[in-house]
């Protein structure tokens, strides 16, 4: 009993002491765990903890500042954009000023004034331009444009091609009036007094010229540099002459529809079947296939081999579903120009392009787009320049084989050359070479009829378009030099055909074809003794 009234009496105390422990550990707890000062720790506001809006509001103020600073940066690069603009929209105007948009200058008819001063501007700026004053630097030695040389008499060329010479008389009329009003002017130019005293003036006249030289750069102008007499020996008198070229004027814009624009294409022959064949298979593939708008005239001479260049036409048209031709047969001694003649009168329909054409050419569909771009009825006729291929049995010596006919026509220096001294390939209207009273008839065999037509059109008031094409090719075939003729004809044909068998390198490499293969023997016995 007394140890149960002193546990009762002990119990609140044990109690009291309980609750004193726990208290000193909860304050002993909450002492360790209060978060420490912000200059040992950055503390996040606490929910409904006094310093949450401070934290926040110490967030946004950094951020506004971080904005506000880059909207100042983009403001300063506005305005460096803006002085930047400016000054190349000034320099542009200068520019503009300076060097005026030539289809302004022939636009503006309101004030011919301005329109003047702006050409004479655009012209003296064609000098600064043009290498007249320095040198401008070139990446290759293609890149540099030569000077051609000139006297009272001659004119010293480099591009000759194969009807000109590299010195010769100016035969065309325009590179004669140009050079001599060149000549004219600089002695008119020498021959103004002088600005300053009264010392006795040497007159100039033609006979002084010594030399000149000018080039042409096609987008600036030409450039004359002409050599004088002076007035004692080894003394001269030198002038500079500069030609501008105006600006590029528009003269017409127009569309051109050649959806039904038909071509004649016109074949005089004689027996050569086996030449004709291989033209039949081009004018399918060309023609028929690829163009679609094209009739053929065969103009056939004699009776031999005619069934079968009859036979041969008829298969390829009838393979080919394809009935626009015309087969004409005359029992007389060929010749080209009566041939091309008849075949051009027998055309009964519209009025048509006629295409003059030999057995012996390759043509593509190309090319007959541009011989109806360049006719035009009563206005112009065309005379391509076509390119004419050499032996390919020299061409491709070295190979194994000879590549196929397509894979030949490649337009090289080493494969072919311009044929600018021929014109019997040419497309006109009809009714042009009607009205120009088409060949002369009393011209037998083949040349010369080609030349004579030519010159007609040249004397009428027809423009006549002479360029060289990419579609138009001339077959190699062997020339014969008959025995019957004269010496002088045999050596002018022997000149002829070797023209027109290989370039001048490939010529050289057979004249000293003997001399070559000693020199590989002798490198090859080398080789073996080492």
Not at 330 to 344: H, P
Not at 476 to 494: G, V
Request: aromatic residues 10%; contains cysteine; proline residues 4%.
């Amino acid at each position: 009993m007394m140890l149960r009234r002193g546990f009762i009496l002990f119990l609140p105390r044990l109690v009291g002491l309980l609750v004193v422990a726990c208290c000193s550990m909860s304050i002993v707890y909450m002492l360790a765990c209060t978060p420490k000062g912000d200059s040992q720790q950055l503390a996040l506001p606490r929910v409904h903890s006094p310093t949450v809006n401070e934290g926040y509001e110490a967030v946004l103020q950094e951020r506004e500042e971080q904005h506000r600073n880059y909207i100042v940066s983009l403001k300063k690069q506005i305005a460096q954009l803006k002085v930047a603009l400016q000054g190349r929209t000034e320099q542009l105007k200068k520019t503009q000023n300076q060097n005026p948009n030539p289809l302004d200058i022939w636009l503006d008819h309101s004030n011919p004034e301005k329109a003047q001063a702006n050409l004479l501007a655009f012209l003296r700026s064609q000098v600064d331009k043009a290498e007249v004053h320095s040198g401008v630097k070139l990446s290759t030695e293609y890149a540099a444009v030569p000077f051609e040389s000139f006297t009272l008499q001659k004119v010293y060329q480099l591009e000759t091609g194969l009807t000109r010479h590299p010195e010769e008389k100016p035969v065309r009329k325009d590179k004669r009036d140009e050079l001599m009003e060149v000549i004219e002017l600089a002695v008119g130019s020498l021959n103004q007094p002088e600005a300053a005293g009264n010392a006795k003036h040497h007159v100039y006249a033609a006979s002084d010229f010594v030399e000149g030289i000018y080039r042409t750069e096609k987008n600036k102008g030409t450039l004359y540099e002409l050599t004088f007499k002076g007035d004692a020996k080894h003394q001269f008198k030198k002038i500079i002459l500069f030609r501008p070229f105006g600006p590029v004027m528009k003269v017409k814009n127009e569309n051109v529809d050649m959806a039904d624009t038909l071509i004649n294409v016109i074949v005089p022959l004689a027996k050569r079947a086996s030449k004709f064949r291989q033209f039949m298979q081009n004018f399918r593939e060309m023609g028929i296939q690829q163009d679609g708008r094209i009739h053929l005239t065969v103009v056939y001479f004699g009776k031999e081999q005619m069934n079968e260049v009859k036979s041969i036409l008829e298969n390829t048209t009838k393979s080919a579903n394809f009935k626009n031709f015309t087969f004409i047969q005359l029992n007389e001694e060929f010749s080209r120009g009566k041939g091309l003649d008849v075949g051009a009168r027998f055309w009964k329909g519209n009025n048509v392009v006629l295409f003059f054409c030999d057995v012996d050419i390759y043509f593509t569909a190309e090319f007959l787009n541009s011989c109806r771009l360049n006719t035009q009825p009563g206005k112009k006729v065309f005379y391509p320049v076509l390119f004419s291929q050499y032996n390919p049995s020299i061409i491709y010596g070295h190979h194994d084989s000879i590549p196929s006919l397509e894979q030949q026509l490649i337009i090289k220096k080493e494969n072919g050359f311009w044929r600018d001294f021929g014109f019997g390939m040419t497309c006109q209207y009809r009714s042009d070479f009607i009205n120009i009273g088409g060949f002369d008839l009393d011209i037998k065999g083949w040349g010369g009829e080609d030349v004579h037509l030519y010159r007609k059109y040249l004397h009428s008031n027809l423009i006549v378009i002479r360029t060289p094409v990419r579609g138009l090719f001339h077959l190699w075939h062997e020339k014969q030099c008959l025995d019957e003729l004269t010496p002088e004809q045999y050596k002018m044909c022997m000149q002829s055909k070797a023209m027109n068998e290989a370039s001048h390198g490939q010529l050289g490499m057979l004249v000293f074809k003997q001399e070559i293969e000693t020199h590989l023997h002798r490198q090859k016995l080398s080789s073996k003794k080492t």
